[in-house]
C-alpha cells in the first residue's frame, strides 16, 4: 500500500512539473490508464461511485492520492492481470524517484570542491584542532552531521579557515567534499536554497537537465545522494539559518563547515552546530603573513617598522594581505610609507596634518576598520586610470567580473580590461577565480562603490550599468538565437541575426554551455536592470534566457527573473513600449511554475497571458499563451479541455496575416497544434480522429523550408507509435517507430533516439518478440548512456536484466 501510494504521489508530482521527460509524461498517462480500468472494472463490479465520471481527474492533493491508491488496490486484490500491471507501473515509477549518482557509474561521485587554499595560510592550529576535537569526541547519532560554525567578521579570515580544515581533513571523508558559496553578504545577494542545491547536485554529478525543478525534490536527492556518505561540506558566507539548514546531509558520517558574519541560533539550538569565534591574528601571526604576502624578495625592514604595519591592519588577514599585495608588486614602496600612512588614516591626517575623508558611510573617521585603511592605501597607489577602473566595475554585486562585463563597466576596450583587472588582481583588490574571470571580496566591492557613488555619482553609475546590460543582452540574445534559430521571438535584440552556411552541428550546444557558464550573471545584470529602471532591456534579457531555461530548467532564478521580466514589460507597455512583451513575459513565468510543480500559478500567468495578447492584437503570442494552457491541460489529464485549447490557438493563428509577428513560424507553429491535438484525442481514445491530425502533422512537417523538421516528424512518429499500441495494433505501431528512429537519426537527436528504441521494445514485448525487444533495449541503453542519461541508461539495464531471467 505504502509503495503504491508514493508512487502515485510522485507520478502525480512530475506531470505537473514534467519531471522524467516523456518517460515521465507516459508513466503518468499509464497511471490515467490504471484508473480508467480500474473505473470500468469497478462499475462491471457494481462497487462504482455512480457519479457519471467518464474520465479519472489527476490525483494532486494527499486525499486524492489516497483515494487514487485505494481504488488500484482494491480492483488489484479481485484482479491478477490488473494486479500484475499495476506493480510493473510502481516499478516504472520507481525510476522517477530521486536518485543518487552511484559511485561506480559515475565518475563525479566523489567530488572534490574546494577552491585552492592560500599558500600563506597562517596560524589558526586552535581551529582545526577544535574541529579535529569535535569529530573525535562526537558520539554519532544517526542522521546527525556533525556541524562547526565559523563567525566573524568581515576579511577576518573565516573561509580560509574552513577551506585549509578541509583539506586538512578529507583523509577522514573519502566520499570526497563539496563547496558552495552561499553569497550571504546581504540579503539581496544571498543565494537561495534552491539554487544552492543545484549547485551541490551539480557538484555530485547532476546534469542540469536531471535536477527536479522544485526545492522539496532537490533536497530530497541531495539528501539521498548524502545518505551513509563520509563527506565534508563547506557552506562558506551564509546569511542566515534558513539558507543553510535545507543544505544539512541526513548523515552522521559527514562533516558540514559553515562560516557566517551573523549567529546562526537555529543551527545551534535544534541542529547541534557548534559555533566558534574567529579572533585577530596575534602581531607575530601577523608579521609572519604579512612578510610571506610580500616576499621573502623585497630588501629586510626593521622589525619595529613591519610591526607597525602589521599593528595598523589589526591582525585581520584580509587587510594584512591587501597590505602586502601591494608591497609584493611595488618594489620601490617602502615599508614605513606604508606604516606612515596607514597610521595617518588611523588618526584621519593626511601628509600635511589635514584631516581625511574616507569612503566609509559608517566610520566617518575609519579609525576602526584596518581593512579599510588598507584598501585605501592601495588604492591611492593605483594609477588614476586604474582608479577609476576600480570603482567603474564595483557599481553591480556582479557573481564575477568578466573581461567583457569590465570592459563595458569602465568604457574601455578589452584589451585594456584585461591589463587593468590584472593590475588589480596583483594588489589583492580583486581575486582571480578562472581563466580571465575575477571576483570582488564583498569589502572590497563596497569600498570601490562607495569611492564610485562619492567621486562618480549615480549619472556616470547608471551609464556604465547600462552599457554591461546592452552588451550581455547582444551577447544573449546571439547565443539564444544559435539555441533554438526555428523559434519565434520578441526584441529588437535579434535583429540581423543569421546562422552561418557552414554551421557546425553542435554549435547550438557550445552556445547552450556559454549561456549556463554565464546565467548568474544575466541573472544579476537583470536585476541590475530593473534597480536602474531599464526595462526595455529587462524584459529582452529575459526572452533571450528562454532556450537556456526551457532546456536546461534553475527553475528558481527562471521564476525570479521573469517575475521582474512581467513587471518590466507592463511598465514598457504603459509608456508606449512594445504591448506584445507582456503576453510573451507571461507565458515563459508560466513554465517556470510548471517546470516547479506550481500548476496553478502557471495557470493563473497563462490566463493573464491571453488577455494581455488579446488586449493588444498579437494573434502569435495569444495563440502561444492558449497552445500553452493546453499543454498545461494535458500535463493534468484535462484531455478535452486540452483539445479545445489547441483548437482555439489553431484559430487564432488563422488570423496573422503575411507581414504580421510570426508569419513566417505560421507552418510549423500550425504542425505543431496539429500534433498536441492528435495527441490529446488519442488519450480520448478517439483513434480515427487522431490518426488524421497526426497524419496531417507529418505532412505539414515535411513540407516545413529547408527539407523538413526531421525531429518533429521522429516525434509525430512516436505518437503515431503510440497511438496503434493503444488501439492494440502493434504492427502498425512497429511500423511506425521504425521510422521514428530514422527520422531521430538524422535529427541528431541522441536522447530521443534512446526513446524511440525503448518504446519500440515495448512494441515488441507487446507482440511476444522478447529477442527483438532485447536488443532494443541494449541499444537504447547505449543511446542514453552516450547522451548523459546515466538514470535512463540504469533503468534500460535493469528492464534487460528482468525481461532476459
Known amino acids: 500500500m505504502s509503495t503504491a501510494l508514493w508512487a502515485v504521489g510522485t507520478v502525480a508530482s512530475g506531470a505537473l512539473s514534467g519531471a ?55 480492483v488489484a486484490r479481485r ?56 569529530l573525535d569526541h562526537a558520539d554519532p547519532i544517526p542522521g546527525a552531521p556533525t556541524i562547526a560554525v565559523l563567525t566573524g567578521p568581515g576579511g577576518i579570515g573565516k573561509t580560509a579557515v574552513a577551506v585549509h580544515s578541509a583539506y586538512a581533513l578529507r583523509e577522514r571523508f573519502p566520499d570526497g567534499v563539496l563547496f558552495v558559496d552561499l553569497a550571504g553578504a546581504s540579503s539581496g545577494t544571498a543565494l537561495s536554497p534552491s539554487e544552492a542545491l543545484a549547485r551541490l547536485l551539480g557538484g555530485l554529478g547532476f546534469p542540469p537537465a536531471e535536477v527536479p525543478g522544485d526545492e522539496a525534490r532537490q533536497r530530497d536527492l541531495y539528501r539521498d545522494c548524502m545518505a551513509d556518505r563520509r563527506m565534508v561540506v563547506v557552506l562558506d558566507n551564509a546569511h542566515a539559518d534558513a539558507q543553510v539548514v535545507p543544505l544539512l546531509p541526513a548523515s552522521s558520517g559527514c562533516l558540514v563547515l559553515v562560516t557566517s558574519r551573523h549567529r ?3 543551527l545551534v539550538a535544534e541542529h547541534g552546530a557548534r559555533p566558534q569565534v574567529l579572533r585577530p591574528l596575534s602581531t607575530s601571526d601577523s608579521v609572519l603573513l604579512l612578510r610571506r604576502v610580500a616576499g621573502s624578495e623585497r630588501p629586510a625592514a626593521p622589525d619595529a617598522v613591519v610591526e607597525a604595519v602589521a599593528q595598523a591592519a589589526g591582525g585581520v588577514p584580509l587587510a594584512l594581505c591587501t597590505t602586502g599585495a601591494g608591497l609584493a608588486v611595488r618594489e620601490h614602496l617602502a615599508w614605513e610609507r606604508v606604516a606612515r600612512q596607514l597610521t595617518e588614516r588611523i588618526h584621519g591626517q593626511g601628509q600635511g596634518g589635514d584631516a581625511m575623508p574616507s569612503g566609509s558611510t559608517d566610520d566617518p573617521s575609519g579609525s576602526a576598520d584596518p581593512v579599510r585603511h588598507a584598501q585605501d592605501a592601495s588604492y591611492n597607489e593605483l594609477t588614476p586610470e586604474c582608479a577609476a577602473f576600480y570603482r567603474a ?27 587593468l583587472l590584472e593590475q588589480l588582481a596583483r594588489v589583492h583588490l580583486l581575486e582571480e577565480v578562472g581563466e580571465e574571470r575575477y571576483r570582488f571580496h564583498d569589502l572590497a566591492r563596497a569600498h570601490a562603490r562607495e569611492l564610485a557613488v562619492a567621486q562618480d555619482g549615480h549619472g556616470r553609475i547608471s551609464a556604465g550599468v547600462r552599457r554591461v546590460t546592452v552588451a550581455y543582452l547582444r551577447w544573449a540574445a546571439e547565443a539564444d538565437f544559435r539555441v533554438m534559430p526555428l523559434r519565434w521571438r520578441l526584441g529588437p535584440a535579434y535583429r540581423g541575426l543569421v546562422l552561418p552556411e557552414d554551421r557546425d552541428p553542435a554549435d547550438g550546444k557550445r552556445a547552450l554551455a556559454d549561456l549556463r557558464r554565464e546565467r548568474e550573471n544575466l541573472a544579476a545584470v537583470i536585476r541590475a536592470a530593473d534597480h536602474h529602471g531599464f526595462d526595455d532591456l529587462l524584459w529582452q534579457l529575459c526572452e533571450a534566457m528562454w532556450g537556456l531555461h526551457l532546456l536546461l530548467g534553475f527553475h528558481a532564478q527562471w521564476i525570479d527573473t521573469h517575475l521582474l521580466g512581467v513587471e518590466a514589460a507592463r511598465r514598457c507597455a504603459a509608456e508606449f513600449g512594445d504591448r506584445r512583451a507582456v503576453g510573451r513575459m507571461l507565458v515563459q513565468l508560466a513554465f517556470g511554475y510548471m517546470g516547479a510543480g506550481r500548476a496553478d500559478d502557471a495557470e493563473e500567468a497563462l490566463a493573464q497571458a491571453v488577455v494581455a495578447d488579446e488586449a493588444c492584437g498579437h494573434h502569435r503570442g495569444q495563440a502561444s499563451a492558449v497552445e500553452a494552457l493546453g499543454l498545461l491541460r494535458l500535463r493534468r489529464w484535462r484531455y478535452t479541455e486540452a483539445q479545445r485549447c489547441f483548437e482555439e490557438a489553431r484559430e487564432i493563428l488563422r488570423r496573422v496575416r503575411e507581414g504580421d509577428d510570426g508569419w513566417k513560424d505560421l507552418p510549423r507553429a500550425t504542425a505543431l497544434l496539429e500534433h498536441h491535438i492528435g495527441r490529446a484525442q488519442t488519450k480520448q481514445r478517439h483513434f480515427a480522429a487522431a490518426l488524421t491530425r497526426l497524419n496531417d502533422a507529418l505532412v505539414r512537417f515535411r513540407g516545413l523550408p529547408d527539407g523538413g523538421d526531421a ?58 518478440r ?36
Not at 516504472?92 to 585552492?116: D, I, T
Not at 573581461?403 to 580590461?417: K, N, P, R
Not at 543511446?783 to 534487460?800: F, Q, S
Request: net charge negative; proline share 4%; with cysteine.
Open 393 to 419: 566595475i564595483a557599481v553591480w554585486a556582479w557573481p564575477t567580473v568578466s573581461v567583457m562585463c569590465a570592459a563595458q563597466a569602465a568604457g574601455v576596450e578589452e584589451y585594456q580590461a584585461r591589463e
Open 79 to 134: 484482479s491478477p492481470e490488473f494486479a500484475r500491471d499495476l506493480a510493473e507501473w510502481v516499478r516504472e515509477a520507481s525510476w522517477l524517484a530521486p536518485r543518487a549518482v552511484p559511485a561506480v557509474a559515475h565518475g563525479a561521485s566523489r567530488p572534490q570542491m574546494l577552491p585552492p587554499a592560500t599558500a600563506v595560510f597562517t596560524d589558526r592550529e586552535d581551529v582545526l584542532a577544535w574541529i579535529t576535537a569535535l
Open 711 to 768: 525531429y518533429n516528424e521522429g516525434r509525430v512518429y512516436m505518437s503515431l507509435g503510440e497511438l496503434h499500441m493503444d488501439a492494440g495494433d502493434t504492427d502498425l505501431a512497429r511500423v511506425s517507430l521504425d521510422k521514428a528512429i530514422k527520422a531521430m537519426e538524422t535529427a541528431g537527436a541522441g536522447l530521443q533516439l534512446a526513446d524511440a528504441f525503448e518504446s519500440r521494445a515495448r512494441c515488441h514485448r507487446l507482440s511476444d
Open 770 to 805: 522478447p529477442a527483438d525487444a532485447a536488443e532494443d533495449l541494449r541499444t537504447a541503453a547505449v543511446h542514453y548512456e552516450e547522451n548523459g542519461d546515466r538514470i535512463g541508461a540504469e533503468r534500460i539495464r535493469v528492464g534487460l536484466a528482468e525481461l532476459e531471467a
Open 264 to 266: 546562526l541560533g537555529r
Open 20 to 74: 522524467g521527460g516523456e518517460m515521465g509524461r507516459r508513466t503518468s498517462e499509464r497511471l490515467y490508464g490504471l484508473l480508467g480500468r480500474a473505473r470500468t472494472e469497478d462499475e462491471g463490479a457494481g462497487t462504482g461511485s455512480g457519479d457519471g465520471e467518464q474520465q479519472p481527474t489527476l490525483p494532486v492533493t494527499g486525499l486524492e492520492q489516497m483515494a487514487a491508491t485505494l481504488r488500484l488496490m482494491e
